[in-house]
């Protein structure tokens, strides 16, 4: 039977990338989704840009909304420092599955936790389970439906605290208009808005910087 889009993803990172070398292995996928198949990575333009986000906040403990085949895992985690590390939930096995190779390829599992479930059911998890105080960086990349719910869900279990910074992707395309009236008209949060482009198109799109300012 045919192999998933996943499947062709992480066979290019294991023919073209080197074991070990990240970024490597973002080229890799990248060359594959911009000249072979399209996919939902955040990709090279708008990873630059939370590449830079990364970078400012310097983050020890970060939340990733929907880790795919681990392309911008790969991206967050390899600007960690030693002790820091980024927990990505996934819930669709298969996807799952690859990230876990995609990752290990690049030689990153020591600051991933790759946790398979849902974003609704695993928040209000992470300070038992994970003995997580506050996220410094989330990263919403999941349904796009469930950036507003699960936001609100990570204030109430007190995950964001003064400083978290939420880095929003896909704001304009394919869009999550409730979750940005929510950061933009809220006085808890400072916004600002990254101009981009969907991944290896022109499309516009572009990401939302939001800084919780405290209650
Ligand atoms: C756009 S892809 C993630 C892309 C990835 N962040 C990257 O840039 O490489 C969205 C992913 O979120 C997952 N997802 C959607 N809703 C979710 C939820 N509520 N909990 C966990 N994973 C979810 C989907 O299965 C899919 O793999
Ligand atoms: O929703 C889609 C989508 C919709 C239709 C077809 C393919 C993808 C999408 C497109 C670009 C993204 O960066 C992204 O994160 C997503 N997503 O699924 O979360
Ligand atoms: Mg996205």
Redesign the pocket.
Known sequence: TRTSRPQRILKAVQTKATVGDPQSVITAIDHFCRHREWA?N?GDEKGSILDSVVNEVSPVTVLEL?TYCGYSTVRIARLLPPGACVITLEFNPDYAAIARQVIKWSGLEDKVQLVEGASGDWIPWMKEHFGVQAFDLVFL????ERYLPDTKLLEECGLIQKGTVLLA??VIC?GTPDYLEYVRNSPHYNSQYYRSH??YTKVEDGLEKSVFLGY
């Open positions: 939902m955040v929907g990349d999941h349904w796009k992707d896909n394919p969907l991944e």
